[in-house]
């Protein structure tokens, strides 16, 4: 009996937890010079020569605003010099 109540307790807890996670903090204040997702241009291409092994960068419309993509593993490879995007896609044999 004692531990559903204490599962029990946990699952609440555990609930309020991320209920919080979802709601911002009374008197968020934006990042100074972020812009607003409303704000933000269409993407136009990427900026080849800022490419990384694990990062690509784009720039949008107005060219104000560049944005990067960090992915958690590579994306390019290294060939003769230049970042070449990683062909992941599968093949039936």
Same mark, same amino acid.
């Given at each position: 009996?004692?531990?559903?109540?204490?599962?029990?307790?946990?699952?609440?807890?555990?609930?309020?937890?991320?209920?919080?996670?979802?709601?911002?903090?009374?008197?968020? *204040?934006?990042?100074? $010079?972020? %812009?607003?997702?409303? #704000?933000?241009?269409?993407?136009?291409?990427? =900026?080849? !020569?800022?490419?990384?092994?694990?990062?690509?960068?784009?720039?949008?419309?107005?060219?104000?605003?560049?944005? *990067?993509?960090?992915? $958690?593993? %590579?994306?390019?490879? #290294?060939?003769?010099?230049?970042?070449?995007? =990683?062909? !992941?896609?599968?093949?039936?044999?």
């Amino acid at each position: 009996m004692r531990r559903k109540k204490l599962v029990a307790l946990l699952a609440v807890l555990l609930s309020v937890v991320m209920l919080m996670q979802l709601v911002a903090p009374a008197g968020a *204040v934006p990042l100074a $010079g972020v %812009p607003e997702i409303a #704000e933000v241009s269409l993407i136009t291409g990427e =900026i080849i !020569s800022m490419r990384e092994a694990s990062v690509k960068v784009f720039t949008t419309e107005d060219e104000n605003i560049n944005i *990067v993509a960090a992915y $958690g593993s %590579p994306v390019h490879f #290294e060939r003769n010099g230049a970042w070449v995007d =990683i062909d !992941s896609s599968l093949v039936l044999s």
